[in-house]
């Protein structure tokens, strides 16, 4: 099915058309299709979707991969014209594709890559608000060629040609590395935030992954990024209820934070406490429950350290500069001070586990394990990372899509919370952030 051409006098009627065709398609990332008015991620996908049509943000309602040994070519088609940029990255390469924020309509039908040719894979979503980013991993290096912007033709929309063309390593890498007029705007200015009043501690909430960057997804085509904000949302609404926390998001929406950005956040906010939210998955589809990590420079076993690292894949998944990074753990784990914070996240994590049974189902062998999660590296503020069950597990999965875990999770968490701070959570004994 194709829309008919575009004129920009008849822009209205083609943002009309496009949502209806939008409605008609699969996501190329699917989405669970659950009753919004019982189920919060549904209301959330649905609110976000409100909100791009209102802004009057462009729509992407077609993709399309063309390979042969001459080129790589995405075709992009959009309701409306827009600027984009592109440069490459390398370790591990990658071409990114910088954009305004759009509405990603499209279905997959014929934009998946054959693994023969240079596209190894491709992601896109939200970087930050006001913009959007495509990000595609190479098999081979290429010469990636200025976009250009079709007119409507053929009953097609407006369309972004991207044409990548082989090259030999060396040419690829003179070429690599963050532009540098954007190297001032890639950094999220760390604003800090009031300190909790009367009192209060500060838990910050860290939904995993977001935007651009969909973490692992289930059967039913939920994703990992939607699934962990509504419980982070639900947690949130649960210990306000109380009236002795100040609850801090990382995210509130469907955006990418960079990882580094998110221990920021936490510390600008004086946090107290850091609860990173996630979902799991496995190729063994057996495997399910909840496990809870904590930051060690060594991991506490195999699949502790590929959980790890995996999850700090977060920002090469979405095109971040990491130039000039050191080692987020070893530097860290140097200072002694570091100790009493990895001490108490321990306790805290123990505590989480003790409870979550009431609400989930918890691994039975090792539900506690560390590694170098760069997200706890806060030197300061006692942090876990919560692994909420296996989207690929169909039991896990079936749970997670109903209100009901989510509240009932929420809750045990919360009281984890409760029982880590015990009656101080009203006294004035804050953690003090570190400058």
């Known amino acids: 099915m194709h829309l008919g051409p575009f004129r920009m006098r008849d822009k209205g009627l083609a943002l009309v ?3 209806v ?38 729509i992407v309602i077609g993709l399309k991969l063309e390979e042969s040994a001459q080129k790589s070519r995405f075709v992009v088609e959009l309701s409306d014209p827009v600027e984009a940029r592109i440069f490459t990255l390398s370790g591990p390469n990658r071409v990114v594709i910088d954009l ?52 409507p033709e053929g ?15 060396a040419e690829f890498l003179a070429h690599a590395g963050w532009p540098k007029e954007l ?48 419980v982070a949302k639900q947690l949130r609404k649960t210990l306000e209820a109380t009236g002795r926390y100040r609850v801090q998001l990382t995210r509130d929406s469907d955006v990418f934070i960079p990882l580094r950005e998110r221990v920021n956040i936490a510390r600008a906010a004086r946090g107290d406490l850091f609860v990173s939210l996630h979902a799991d998955s496995n190729d063994h589809r057996e495997i399910r429950g909840a496990s809870v990590y904590t930051l060690s420079e060594d991991a506490s076993d195999r699949e502790a350290a590929i959980l790890a690292e995996k999850e700090n894949m977060s920002d090469v998944i979405a095109g971040v500069d990491l130039s000039g990074e050191n080692n ?46 760069a997200v706890l590296k806060a030197p300061d503020i006692p942090s876990a990372l919560i692994e909420l069950g296996y989207l690929t597990n169909v039991r ?13 999770v929420a809750k045990s968490i919360a009281a984890a919370i409760e029982a880590h701070f015990g009656d101080r959570a009203t006294s004035g004994n804050r953690q003090a952030s570190v400058p």
């Open 155 to 169: 009953g097609s929309g407006f369309r972004l040609v991207i044409d990548l063309a082989p090259a030999t390593p």
């Open 21 to 58: 065709l939008a409605s008609l398609h699969a996501a190329a990332q699917p989405l669970p299709v659950p009753n919004p008015k019982n189920d919060p991620i549904g209301a959330l996908i649905q609110s976000q979707g409100l909100d791009k049509k209102q802004q009057n943000i462009a």
């Open 328 to 373: 987020p753990v070893a530097s860290i784990l140097i200072d002694l001070a570091q100790r009493d914070t990895m001490n108490r996240s321990l306790r805290f994590a123990e505590t989480v586990i003790a409870g979550l049974p009431t609400a989930t189902s918890v691994q039975p062998v090792k539900p506690h394990r560390s590694a170098g999660f």
């Open 183 to 230: 190297q001032q705007a890639e950094a999220v200015p760390r604003t800090r935030l009031p300190a909790g009043a009367n009192g209060r501690h500060v838990v910050v909430i860290d939904a995993g992954h977001g935007g651009v960057d969909p973490g692992t997804h289930g059967q039913s085509g939920v994703l990992e990024k939607d699934l962990v904000l509504a």
């Open 17 to 19: 058309c496009a949502l």
């Open 396 to 408: 896990d999965e079936s749970e997670m899509l109903t209100e009901a875990w989510r509240v009932k």
């Open 100 to 151: 305004p924020e759009l509405l990603w309509r499209v279905s997959g039908d014929n934009s998946r890559p054959s693994g023969k040719s240079a596209v190894k894979s491709y992601r896109y979503g939200l970087f930050r608000k006001g913009n959007s980013r495509f990000v595609i991993d190479l098999n081979a290096p290429v010469k990636a060629e200025a976009p250009r912007i079709l007119p």
